[in-house]
């Protein structure tokens, strides 16, 4: 295999493993936050437990997080160090903006959230929660940030020429806002909120199957299918967006998303199918017209499709089509299952139904398959561009590399991630079958218990 080849699996994989955590640790300081603000209202015992257990599981994520993302950064400078050269001064503005803004203000005051529950007062550490919880959210916002001016750059300007050529920040304010950022942002936070319900979703069912911390349980099952209905709905919102933004910025993405080849027609829509790229269709149910409606309001609007392009301009038609259809399947099951047990909740059936239970428990992996699926949409569709429509890919890498150097730290970092993988699912089972500390609660509490 070829240098460029393995380092875009190099980098894919690294992303691929740290993407599993971020998500986790944004929609967890959520929970978290919502459960503590309860505490601090009703000053239910209950919810003081559940805040701690559920801040365990944080610390863990966070942890196993910082881990793995640490080794991203160094392959900006082993692997893409033209690339890093070339969008030095914008992304390097973004990542500064990160570390000052965000993880300093998250892992410092993650500090008080795990080991100051007896050591300062309670509006302190629920501000800690509070604080957490943003610096989580403001991490999301500036590593968005950075990778949609990857996707749709504004704010600057070029200086230099060949290979001394550099992108500058002329507008810092464009660079931020750029055409995608914010609904990507939207997006991206949606999913995390997500991840980090489904996780207290798949943990609550499995307590409550085991019929093991019963009251802890519904009570996370409650608050959980709430945020869930949030997330759920801004999901589907903010990717009927996100793919408007696509369709005028990134035409050649649109066309591999929804596997479009004809030049220029109005265009069917085609929820899944199989992509022939040697006759130039795809085999599957289509609904005429549609699709030219979604991005443009009008059944007959012309969209422009693969066959007018350059193939060297193409993405992979076919990984990007199956990635993102995969990604809008699954997020048609959460929003179905999040529906599904807030209905079982209002009829009173919730807790007892241990079908849907049952299928809670392994559902913890929807909402991580279909953020790493909408993660391979963005990159696989953005090529072959590392910045769109400036940098090609192939242009990004480093000079002086070469294969074997790759491949040996390729498979390298595939075992300690593997690694590091199996570390935090063990880690993550001793935590679940400890439970919560002291969730039995005596008769004081009763009348809360009573009303769960």
Not at 48 to 66: N, P, S, Y
């Amino acid at each position: 295999m070829s240098v460029l080849l393995l380092s875009r699996i190099q980098f894919s994989l690294t992303v691929m493993f740290h993407y599993i955590y971020p998500p986790l640790s944004i929609g967890l300081g959520v929970i978290i936050l919502v459960m503590e603000s309860i505490y601090m209202l009703t000053k239910d015992p209950l919810y003081h437990k559940m805040t701690k257990f559920w801040v365990k599981i944080f610390g863990l994520t966070f942890a196993i997080g910082v881990a793995t993302g640490i080794v991203m950064e160094f392959e900006f400078g082993t692997n893409w160090s033209t690339y890093s050269r070339y969008v030095g001064d914008v992304f390097g503005s973004a990542l500064a903006a990160e570390g000052v803004f965000a993880f300093f203000l998250e892992s410092g005051f993650l500090a008080i959230l795990l080991f100051g529950w007896d050591r300062v007062s309670p509006f302190v550490h629920w501000l800690s929660a509070l604080l957490v919880c943003l610096g989580a959210h403001f991490s999301a916002v500036w590593i968005v940030v950075a990778n949609s001016w990857m996707q749709t750059p504004a704010g600057f300007h070029i200086v230099g020429h060949g290979l001394h050529a550099r992108a500058e920040i002329t507008d810092f304010k464009a660079m931020v806002f750029n055409p995608s950022s914010m609904e990507r942002l939207a997006h991206v936070i949606s999913g995390a909120w997500l991840a980090g319900v489904f996780l207290v979703l798949s943990i609550s069912a499995y307590y409550l199957l085991k019929k093991k911390n019963v009251d802890f349980a519904k009570a996370s099952l409650k608050v959980a299918l709430m945020l869930g209905l949030i997330a759920s709905l801004g999901q589907m919102i903010t990717g009927r967006i996100a793919a408007e933004t696509v369709a005028k910025w990134q035409p050649t993405k649109l066309a591999a998303m929804e596997g479009v080849f004809p030049a220029s027609a109005p265009a069917a829509f085609c929820p899944f199918g199989i992509v022939d790229e040697k006759d130039k269709k795809v085999i599957g149910p289509k609904i005429p017209g549609f699709l030219s409606y979604l991005m443009y309001g009008d059944f007959h609007a012309p969209v422009r499709g693969i066959e007018s392009y350059k193939k060297s301009d193409l993405p992979p038609v076919a990984l990007t089509f199956y990635a993102y259809h995969l990604m809008i399947l699954i997020g048609i099951s959460i929003i179905f299952l999040v529906g599904w047990g807030l209905i079982l909740f209002s009829r009173g059936k919730l807790f007892e139904t241990r079908w849907y239970l049952k299928i809670l428990v392994p559902a913890v992996l929807l909402p991580q398959i279909a953020n790493q699926l909408g993660w391979m949409t963005a990159e696989v569709g953005r090529q072959p561009w590392i910045v769109y429509g400036l940098l090609r890919t192939s242009q990004g890498l480093s000079k002086v590399l070469s294969a074997n150097v790759v491949l040996t730290s390729l498979i390298m970092f595939t075992l300690i991630y593997l690694l590091l993988f199996v570390l935090f699912i063990f880690l993550l089972d001793q935590k679940i079958k400890q439970g919560p500390e002291g969730i039995e609660l005596q008769g004081e509490t009763q009348a809360h218990r009573a009303s769960i």
